[in-house]
């Protein structure tokens, strides 16, 4: 049985991040949570994307107070 390539496996990991990142969206949206905790952030799209998202909910926090 062969291994799963290095490409393979990254596509793995940004898959199960994007779900991750889009069940957070998703509770924001049903409850109006703010505080709700996003994924990691870093320097990928996906990482930029939770990043972009965290910033967006601080900001919303920020101005309901």
Same mark, same amino acid.
């Given at each position: 049985?062969?291994?799963?390539? @290095?490409?393979?496996?990254? @596509?793995?990991?940004?898959?199960?991040?994007?779900?991750?990142?889009?069940? @957070?969206?998703?509770?924001? /949206?049903?409850?109006?949570?703010? %505080?709700? /905790? @996003?994924?990691? /952030? =870093?320097? %990928?799209?996906? =990482?930029?994307?939770? =990043?972009?998202?965290? =910033?967006?909910?601080g900001?919303?926090?920020?101005?309901?107070?």
């Amino acid at each position: 049985r062969r291994m799963p390539s @290095t490409a393979a496996l990254q @596509t793995f990991e940004a898959a199960a991040r994007l779900l991750n990142l889009t069940r @957070t969206a998703e509770e924001v /949206a049903i409850t109006g949570r703010l %505080d709700v /905790a @996003t994924p990691e /952030a =870093g320097p %990928d799209e996906v =990482g930029r994307l939770s =990043g972009a998202i965290a =910033g967006m909910l601080g900001a919303l926090r920020r101005s309901r107070e």
